[in-house]
């Protein structure tokens, strides 16, 4: 056995193969993803991460008396859409209920939520695994909801309520359209339960960015995973007790989190005692779970029908358009992408890792050569987004942008040199690259006579040097044609300079 010591925490003594030698572990994955649309899900107000306390508010998104809601159609159709890549069936007529308990950050004392008829339903997705294999995660719902506002808790060691000085509550994030989709009992993957559940948020992650309903900033708390893990005596047909670990908040984080509590419980249940059906938080450092709170049943929220919504009836022919429309799985895009464009394995990961395929294919569906694309959004506009601080789909250029800058590479009016010039131009918001070409002067100067006479000066500047090129010393070419690129601003043809210069010393 492998023995784990933090100080304050409960020790986890067993490894997962060591839990699986006496238990089977059942998984429960709840992954709540807040959605896209340019408003709330039961109001007008914007939905923007990032704004400043407390702006993005109304009286239906403070549950204020008299305010009533209404809902976002485009949250509707993303819900819509994510049901459908999840293989679920979408319920021909669905509703809301009123989800009641008292948060803080939740200021009409309830959730507008969906409860025994969520709009999809059923389901699931087939997850590729780091080994290799695929394992199949059954979906049993994924509802529309609204989220809570957010508490910042002041002073402490935690950032936690518990020793906190005072708390302050921000109300953007209420009301924020949100999914969750929640999968039926994981069974039978024993010691690969922990590998298993980071696969499925992966691979979901990966559909819903493919989907676009989502930015699944998991790092921003869009996309949050809560896992459930319980342990079952081998051979019992009786699941166990489960702890819920709340809002995970990376990949690696969810298969840290499942591992530590397999290998807690198993403790807890070989030394004699009884696993607490509680919510658990997940501490990043130590990785390490915590207690919460007790869990809640379903009793304790006293569901019942919103009574100012009205049903969902989304209608066949709708559903139907919508279904033709979904992207491939992100998976099978990839490994068709990688035979299209004969990357090795690890030029494909490097750009996965780099979050440039999907820049680099639509450069290509405009037009680009893909070499030319993989090489510019992975060398010179990763090093751009690197010293910006920003992500490669912050930056601000399109892969339509870039495409014109290989194209205008290819036609001769750039060097590489000077498409570099141009694309700095379009990320300091200059314009498109044409305009940033006319701009700043930076078209390649090709009037052979121009060039002629930028050669002939920079040969009677340096004598000496064009008599050891007329002495067969091509090698000494380079400091003509270096005169002339300076000469004209980076903006001669080199290669066509250098052919100059041979000539004119013959």
């Known amino acids: 056995m492998t023995a784990v010591s933090t100080p304050g925490v409960e020790a986890a003594p067993y490894t997962v193969e060591e839990v699986c030698e006496h238990f089977d572990p059942v998984m429960g994955l709840e992954v709540h993803v807040e959605l896209n649309t340019a408003t709330k899900m039961f109001c007008g107000c914007a939905n923007a991460f990032g704004a400043e306390p407390n702006t993005n508010i109304c009286p239906v998104c403070l549950g204020l008396p008299g305010s009533l809601p209404r809902v976002n159609g485009a949250a509707v159709e993303s819900a819509i859409k994510i049901g ?91 009301g924020v359209p949100l999914i969750e989709i929640v999968t039926k009992p994981i069974v039978g993957a024993r010691d690969r339960a922990p590998m298993v559940a980071r696969a499925y948020v992966t691979a979901l992650r990966d559909i819903l960015r493919g989907l676009g309903v989502s930015d699944v900033r998991m790092d921003q708390g869009s996309m949050r995973c809560d896992a459930n893990v319980s342990l079952t005596p081998k051979g019992s047909p009786v699941f166990g007790t489960r702890t819920e670990t709340k809002n995970v908040n990376s990949l690696r984080s969810v298969e840290r989190a499942v591992r530590y509590e397999m290998g807690r419980q198993a403790g807890v249940l070989l030394s004699g005692g009884t696993v607490r059906q509680e919510t658990r938080h997940f501490d990043e450092q130590s990785g390490t779970t915590s207690p919460g709170r007790a869990k809640e049943t379903l009793a304790d929220y006293r569901y019942f029908p919103e009574p100012d919504l009205p049903p969902l009836e989304p209608g066949s022919a709708w559903v139907e358009s919508l279904r033709a429309g979904l992207p491939e799985r992100p998976w099978e895009r990839r490994a068709r992408i990688q035979t299209e464009w004969s990357l090795s394995d690890e030029e494909l990961r490097d750009l996965v890792n780099a979050n440039a ?14 070499e030319a694309a993989r090489s510019w959004w992975v060398s010179y506009l990763l090093q751009q987004a690197n010293k910006r601080e920003v992500t490669l789909p912050e930056l601000s250029i399109t ?30 918001g200059e314009g498109d690259p044409d305009e940033v070409v006319a701009g700043r002067g930076l078209a390649v100067v090709s009037d052979e006579s121009a060039l002629t006479a930028a050669v002939d000066e920079a040969l009677a500047a340096q004598p000496a040097v064009a008599e050891k090129i007329r002495a067969g010393k091509t090698k000494a070419a380079g400091a003509i044609v270096g005169a002339v690129m300076k000469a004209t601003r980076g903006q001669a043809d080199a290669a066509r300079v250098q052919e100059l210069v041979l000539e004119r010393c013959r």
């Not at 989220?147 to 509550?169: E, F, M, N, P, Q």
């Not at 942008?401 to 300091?428: F, P």
């Open 399 to 428: 892969p339509a942008q870039v495409a014109r800058v290989i194209a205008l590479v290819a036609e001769g009016t750039l060097t590489n040199k000077l498409a570099r010039q141009v694309v700095d131009g379009v990320l300091e």
């Open 84 to 174: 459908l890549a999840l293989n679920c069936r979408v319920r021909e007529r669905s509703g809301f209920a009123r989800k009641n308990y008292f948060y803080p950050d939740m200021p009409k004392n309830f959730q507008i939520s969906q409860y025994e008829d969520p709009i999809v339903f059923d389901g699931y997705l087939d997850v590729p695994l780091d080994d290799g294999g695929t394992w199949r995660v059954e979906i049993e719902r994924a509802h529309m909801e609204e989220d809570t506002g957010k508490s910042l808790h002041v002073g402490g060691a935690t950032g936690r309520i518990h020793g906190a000085d005072y708390s302050l509550l921000d109300y953007n994030r209420s």
């Open 357 to 370: 395929l999907d820049l680099v294919a639509d450069t290509v569906e405009a037009g680009a050569p893909p």
